[in-house]
Nanobody, 127 residues
Framework: EVQLVESGGGLVQAGGSLTLSCAASGFIFDDYAIGWFRQVPGKEREGVSC????????YYEDSVKGRFNIYADNAKNTVYLQMNSLKPEDTAVYYC????????????????????WGKGTLVTVSS
């Protein structure tokens, strides 16, 4: 059974940090790009960042570049999203997703192309 289990969401003040985790199981970790989307009510799911564990390739959406860092621990089949300098506009439900090819901005620009999804974790940034 394929599973993507997120953890690490919560409430943080603006300027603070959080690290999200996505533990993957049920598929070959190295064969997939894994990363994060986020969604606020009334808006489409937005690609935030992804990583290809096989070659280390990464993608970051423009608004998070320089603030977020994504990395994979292949031994634990887990992807982490370190979020620094958080802003109120980062408030959203963050979803872990997996795609059966390499990470790229083109792929992560459309949530409809993902193969697997987690259930999401809420991140709230207070001003």
């Amino acid at each position: 059974e394929v599973q993507l289990v997120e953890s690490g969401g919560g409430l943080v003040q603006a300027g603070g940090s959080l690290t999200l985790s996505c533990a993957a199981s049920g598929f070959i970790f190295d064969d997939y790009a894994i990363g994060w989307f986020r969604q606020v009510p009334g808006k489409e799911r937005e690609g935030v960042s992804c990583v290809s564990s096989r070659n280390g390739g990464t993608y970051y959406e423009d608004s998070v570049k320089g603030r977020f860092n994504i990395y994979a621990d292949n031994a634990k089949n887990t992807v982490y999203l370190q979020m620094n300098s958080l802003k109120p506009e980062d408030t959203a439900v963050y979803y872990c997703a997996a795609y059966g090819y390499y990470c790229s901005g083109r792929v992560w620009g459309d949530y409809r192309g993902m193969d697997y999804w987690g259930k999401g974790t809420l991140v709230t940034v207070s001003s």
